[in-house]
């Protein structure tokens, strides 16, 4: 068969579908499958119905055969109101008398006085105007700052040093103080310029 056959012989006629679809839902599920059917299960709702029924007329019935006698209200009677409380007995606390005659001892080591001494340094600047600047943010803080001017193998620097410090508490409550106000760069070393 040659391609020219082929084309000229055009499309095969395609079956019509004689149902006629009123549902927009059934055509886009397509053309074999059929819309389920709801059924009302009527067992079910006569089943329902009676014992509906059935409980209404279990009430009526018994709405008239109250017994009269049993059928009165109870009354509760208050307890009767005394006038007098009674004494509240009178407490004894032991640790009262006991407690004054404990004595705690404790012993404390004493510090021992070392010969260490601290600084912090809090930056290193290239420039002298740059460590004036921290030095001024220091100074705002409450605490005076010494700037060191040094010469190394990698050129020139301005160190900005808080101390010295006699103890390490004292400069460690220096820094968190300078913390507070965002100069996180300082760093707690032994006294050795």
Known sequence: MSQRD?????????KKNTKKTTNKGA?????NQQEPQVTVP??????????????????????????PETAQPL???PAPIEDELPELPEEEWEYIKTLPGYEVEVEVAEQEKSDKRYLMQCASF?????????RAKIAFQGFEAQIRHSDGDNGEWFR?????YDAKRDAERAKHALRKVNITTCQIWFWNL
Not at 160 to 164: D, F, K
């Open 27 to 31: 055509a886009k599920r397509g053309r």
């Open 126 to 134: 290239r420039t002298r105007a740059q460590a004036d600047e921290m």
């Open 75 to 77: 009354t509760v009677e």
């Open 42 to 67: 009527w067992v079910t709702v006569a089943v329902v119905v009676a014992l509906l029924l059935g409980f209404a007329w279990f009430l009526w019935s018994i709405k008239d055969n109250a017994d």
């Open 6 to 14: 082929y084309v000229s012989r055009g499309r095969a006629p395609q």
């Open 160 to 164: 900005v040093i808080l101390g010295p």
